[in-house]
């Protein structure tokens, strides 16, 4: 089961979790504080968006073993949202049941990725998005799902501007660049983050920019062509994007962060199932002195109150899948 749990959509693929065993049926998980994102996500509200869909996973694989995963919520107490405590996030404990029926939503845990491709403009038809709709009255959190032309249009600027102030900033840059995998070895080496057959750049394409162009060392010490590119595809892969979504909920407690997570992680699950490519795009969410101004306004626009949160935002379309990130060994998950 945490096989499949770890296959959990995280941010940057940092994979932020460990595990604690009680006995064979019962673990505590927390947050690994070696695997954060303090300059992108510097109160680690979305490493608790990834708890949260860690859980979800686990839960919906535990069905397909027969078993109902009860989940007890910060058991030794929730700690604010702008520090994490080496307190427990969830202990879980996992139930023999002949009541519990596989969820339909096992055979995507498989199958669901961020796709981070170009898509294709093409728009979710009124069946699509009631079904999408509808998730909304299942979850604590809720959702919104936007693709006039005017609304497009507006995200598209305000996505690619988001990502232009996240990447004129070295230390963030570097962090990005520290989960980028320049190439197979890297990839193969850390089992972890993310590389160009992650955003769908394969073939001689894929070899010539890592023979000739990409490098750690040059990009670590020079960031700047990193960020630019990172603009761009930024701006190419929203402008190829009609649709958009995204979850709300009306505090930012750790536990309404977790809970988001869960529901972010059932919409990818659902999307994939629809056979919808999904990807997340965070930046103009993201809580750095130098974003805020930018999600006021895009809050503003789309009159989101306030003292809301937007937990996730999201692009949806059409795209050809890609190859899957990587995950590291579960044994590397478990504690002790
Ligand atoms: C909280 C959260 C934030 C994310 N933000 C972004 C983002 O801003 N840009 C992006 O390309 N992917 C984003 N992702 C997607 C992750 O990069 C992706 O889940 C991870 O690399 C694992 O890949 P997979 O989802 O295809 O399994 C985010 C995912 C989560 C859970």
Redesign the pocket.
Known sequence: MLAYAI???????IQPWLIKLNDQYSFDLFVDQQRLLPET?PFA???H??QG?FLETLTIAATAYGFKAEIDYFPQGEYSNRVIESLPVARVVLTKSDDVKTDPLFVQLLK?????REYDNSRLNPAQKSQLQALADTTQSSFTLVDSEPDGQYLQRVLTEAMAVESGHKARDLETINMFRFNDQEVQKFRD??GLE??GVSGIKKIMLESFFLDREKTQKDPSEFAKQSVDITRSISASTSSFAWITTKGNSRLQQVKA?RD??RL?LTTAAMGLAQ?????VLEEYEDMLDLQQQFKQHFQIKEHHTV??LVRLGKAEK?V??PRRLVSSLVLG
């Not at 296959?7 to 693929?13: E, R």
């Not at 669901?112 to 981070?116: E, P, T």
């Not at 990807?279 to 930046?283: D, F, V, W």
């Open positions: 296959l959990a959509p995280n941010p940057h693929n996500d509200r979305q490493i968006i990834g869909c669901r990725q961020s796709n981070k983050g993310f992650h955003a997570g972010y992680c990818n990807h997340p795009m965070s930046q937990q996730m890609t899957h990130t």
